[in-house]
C-alpha cells in the first residue's frame, strides 16, 4: 500500500517534502503462509526463503520431507492454523467448487490485525464482499490483488475505493518471456495429442 500512496506522493505537483514517518512492514523474517503449494506455491516459497522468511503452507497433500526442508517450509495440517501466525497469506490455488469463496469473513477474522493477504489465483477464491468489510474495518490491515471477480471490476466497485488494496490487472504471467513458454508448451501438447504419446502438461491425470 505504501508503495502505491509513496509513489503518488513522489510524483504529486503539491508535494514539497518528503515525511520521514513514512513506514512500511518489514519482509526479512516476517511469515509467510502459502495456502496452496502446488508448482506455483513452491516457487514462491523459494524467492520467499531468498528473504529469510518463515514459511507456513497448508495444502491437500503434504510436500515431501526433502521438499520442505529444500525451502524452509513448515506444514499446517489446518488452514486456521497459517492464517493466526502468517503475517502475509498467499493465496495460490484452483478455482474449485472446494475452494470458492475459500477465505471469507471466518477466514479474514483469524488473520492478524497486522496483516496482508494476497491473491493470485483466481478471484472467487476470496468472498470479495467480507475483504471489502475487513478491510474498511481493518480486521487485516491491508490486501493486493492481481484477480478478481469479475475482471476488471465495476467501477462503482467497494474494494475500488479503499486506500489499503493494491488491485493489478491480471499480470502476474504478462511478460513476453511466459506468454511465449506457455504457447511453446500448448504446442508440445498438441504435437503429443495428434502424435499419441503422453501429454506433457496433462490438466486432468487419468
Known amino acids: 500500500m505504501y ?3 509513496g509513489c503518488q506522493i513522489a510524483v504529486s505537483p503539491d508535494t514539497k517534502y518528503f515525511g520521514v514517518d513514512w513506514l512500511g512492514v518489514e519482509v526479512t523474517r516476517a511469515t509467510l503462509g502459502i495456502v496452496g ?11 520467499a526463503r531468498a528473504f529469510d522468511m518463515r514459511i507456513l503452507y497448508h495444502n491437500r497433500n503434504r510436500r515431501r ?6 525451502v524452509g517450509a513448515h506444514y499446517c495440517e489446518k488452514m486456521e492454523d497459517l492464517l493466526q501466525q502468517s503475517d ?3 493465496v495460490v490455488v ?7 469463496k475459500l477465505i471469507g469473513k471466518k477466514e ?3 488473520m492478524k490485525p497486522t496483516a496482508t493477504l494476497i491473491n493470485i489465483s483466481r478471484g472467487a477464491v476470496i468472498d470479495q464482499d467480507a475483504l471489502v468489510e475487513a478491510l474498511q474495518n481493518k480486521v487485516i490491515r491491508a490486501a493486493a490483488l492481481d484477480v478478481t471477480y469479475p475482471e476488471p471490476l465495476p467501477r462503482d466497485h467497494p474494494l475500488l475505493k479503499l486506500n489499503n488494496i ?12 511466459a506468454i511465449r513458454m506457455m504457447a511453446e508448451e500448448a504446442i508440445t501438447n498438441m504435437l503429443a495429442v495428434l502424435n499419441g504419446q503422453p501429454i506433457p502438461s496433462e490438466v486432468f491425470p487419468k
Open 3 to 5: 508503495l502505491h500512496s
Open 37 to 47: 503449494m502446488g508448482s506455483i506455491g513452491y516457487r514462491v516459497a523459494q524467492r
Open 65 to 70: 520431507k526433502e521438499e520442505e526442508e529444500a
Open 88 to 90: 502475509f497469506v498467499m
Open 94 to 100: 484452483n478455482l474449485t467448487p472446494e475452494t470458492h
Open 108 to 110: 479474514l477474522g483469524l
Open 166 to 177: 493494491i488491485i493489478t490487472p491480471h499480470i502476474g504471467t504478462a511478460t513476453v518471456q
